[in-house]
């Protein structure tokens, strides 16, 4: 599978992005996809990731680290075989390159899960 990040770009404190993952070759509803930040001298930090749930009503799942809760959203478009991450109240502690990642596992909670990774974006906030 390919992935192809996109929709960084600089901001305010406060302000929104969305950022969005399109894949080619897998269909998205059979993987696991995950969202990375990486920010400077830092490491990949996962942000969330959304996977296949045959549990569930919509049959899919979406689980978020701390730091996202309450302020990033990850939506699929199945159609369109994209994934999103929107981000709000942006911080300047968000400045970072943002990855999108694809796993074949339901539960894929660390970096090493994931075996194909987009190029990044570069999402600045400033304050």
């Known amino acids: 599978v390919q992935l192809q990040a996109s929709g960084g770009g600089m901001v305010h404190t406060g302000g929104s992005l969305r950022l969005s993952c399109a894949a080619s070759g897998p269909k998205i509803i059979t993987l696991t996809i995950g969202w990375f930040r990486q920010g400077p001298g830092g490491g990949r930090e996962l942000l969330g990731y959304?996977?296949?749930?045959?549990?569930?009503?919509?049959?899919?799942?979406?689980t978020y680290a701390e730091s996202a809760k309450g302020r990033f959203t990850i939506s699929r478009d199945n159609a369109a075989n994209t994934v999103y991450l929107q981000m709000n109240s942006l911080k300047p502690e968000d400045t970072g390159v943002y990855y999108c990642?694809?796993?074949?596992?339901?539960?894929?909670?660390?970096?090493?899960?994931?075996?194909?990774w987009g190029q990044g974006t570069q999402v600045t906030v400033s304050s």
């Open positions: 990642a694809a796993s074949g596992l339901t539960r894929a909670s660390t970096r090493l899960n994931y075996g194909y």
């Open positions: 959304t996977s296949r749930d045959d549990f569930t009503r919509d049959g899919l799942t979406t």
